[in-house]
């Protein structure tokens, strides 16, 4: 092996390596709103669709402890602004995987909007309204494992129709 190159390409390797910031987050949670995902620009009830909720969280207790245990577990808070009579939500995040050696962590929280946009209530609420669609917006926060509480935010409003 020729080690005339073996030095300068170790160097650029090292200094390419160095530049890496290992990330720095609150040990409190901190949420953004990352959209909506769905086939148009009106949600019809029981249709797919995705909500995005972008994480950081400096200590890395986002998430259950292990897959199997739940009584260590972080949730994901969703209040409907519009309407108290419908059930508002929450979900349990599953254990998310460290990056690399640092535990702080940052990512993307997928939501199944027919996981928190409850069907039958829905329909109901519309149908006693005498409605077809109406717009909503939530408010959304996530707890961790040692309970300290994120930002809350609040989504930009959502055209929901009856099917």
């Known amino acids: 092996m020729n080690f005339k190159f073996f030095i300068p390409f170790s160097i650029i390797i090292l200094t390419i390596a160095g530049c890496y910031k290992t990330p720095s987050y609150p040990v409190e949670p901190a949420i953004t709103f990352g959209g909506f ?9 029981g249709d797919s669709g995705w909500m995005y909720i972008k994480f950081t969280d400096g200590d890395g207790d986002l998430g259950l402890a292990t897959n199997s245990d739940s009584s ?12 108290t009579t419908l059930l508002d939500t929450l979900n349990e995040i599953p254990k998310i995987p460290y990056k690399g ?6 990512g993307t929280i997928a939501v199944k909007l027919t996981s928190f946009l409850q069907e039958a209530s829905y329909q109901a609420l519309f149908d ?6 109406d717009t909503f917006t939530y408010s959304i926060y996530i707890t961790d494992r040692a309970r300290h509480k994120s930002n809350t935010i609040i989504t930009p409003e959502i055209i929901i129709k009856k099917r």
């Open 37 to 45: 995902e769905k086939d148009n620009d009106i949600y019809t009830l």
């Open 72 to 83: 260590h577990s972080s949730k994901l808070y969703i209040y409907n602004l519009k309407e």
């Open 101 to 106: 050696t640092t535990v702080a962590i940052d």
């Open 128 to 133: 006693l309204k005498g409605k077809t669609s």
